[in-house]
């Protein structure tokens, strides 16, 4: 089966500037998860979505974090305006229900550098 | 307190050698645990679950101590593929699939 596909595979910007990314989920797959991954550090939930709908967002910087899933498939993060801290690995993931027995599959993930 | 905490290393060792990494999570509500790997560069791809008895997928051995409140996983005759950053995972939010990755464990197997 084909993975979960992101887009850009990397993105340099200035501090201040916007950025999107963009996943595309394992067919079939209704939940979805955007992480921040630092380097260094573990991943860390920024936001799930069970089809169309949020389910936690809790820490999602919602000052200059925004993500969307409108028609339950794919789904966007923007960051708007960026900050020089906000420079690391953004991965996409899902699953195919949001229960603890339903493994993620992660994307390849958008490295963002901002500078 | 961090949710997950884990000795990042790194660990150098032989090929054939075998090495443990341990893992402490802070919360005793804490209810389903996982080891993933990490190649550089890469995204995290689940290697086993870990369950209340212990459970073992052919060199890999993982156990949790519910009373301790930690996991370890256990690589027997370490190869040079299973060089990786291991991260420890946990859950305990009922209901929804919210993971808290630990930092991860860098392991180089060097022949």
């Known amino acids: 089966e084909a993975g979960v596909a992101q887009s850009p595979r990397y993105k340099i910007i200035e501090k201040r500037q916007s950025v999107a990314f963009w996943c595309n989920p394992i067919s079939g797959h209704a939940t979805l998860y955007w992480y921040q991954q630092i380097l260094g550090q573990g991943p860390k939930l920024l936001i799930q979505?069970?089809?169309?709908?949020?389910?936690?967002d809790s820490q999602l910087p919602k000052d200059r974090f925004s993500a969307e899933r409108l028609k339950g498939v794919d789904s966007t993060l923007k960051i708007q305006p960026a900050k020089l801290e906000d420079s690391a690995v953004y991965l996409c993931a899902s699953s195919l229900a949001p229960t603890l027995n339903s493994p993620l599959h992660f994307g390849n993930g958008t490295r963002l550098t901002v500078t | 307190r961090k949710e997950v905490e884990q000795d990042p290393g790194p660990f150098n060792v032989p090929e054939g050698a075998t090495v443990a990494f341990n893992c402490t999570y802070s919360?005793?509500?804490?209810?389903?645990f996982f080891w993933y790997r990490q190649d550089c560069r890469k995204e995290p791809k689940l290697l086993m679950s870990?369950?209340?008895s212990g459970n073992e997928d052919g060199r890999f051995t993982a156990q949790l101590n519910r009373a301790s409140q930690y996991i370890s996983l256990l690589i027997r005759d370490s190869k040079l593929s299973d060089s990786a950053t291991y991260l420890c995972v946990v859950t305990h939010q009922t209901g929804a699939n919210n993971l808290f990755f630990g930092t991860g464990t860098r392991l180089t197997v060097i022949p």
């Open positions: 919360n005793s509500a804490s209810q389903s």
């Open positions: 979505f069970q089809n169309n709908g949020v389910v936690d």
């Open positions: 870990v369950y209340s």
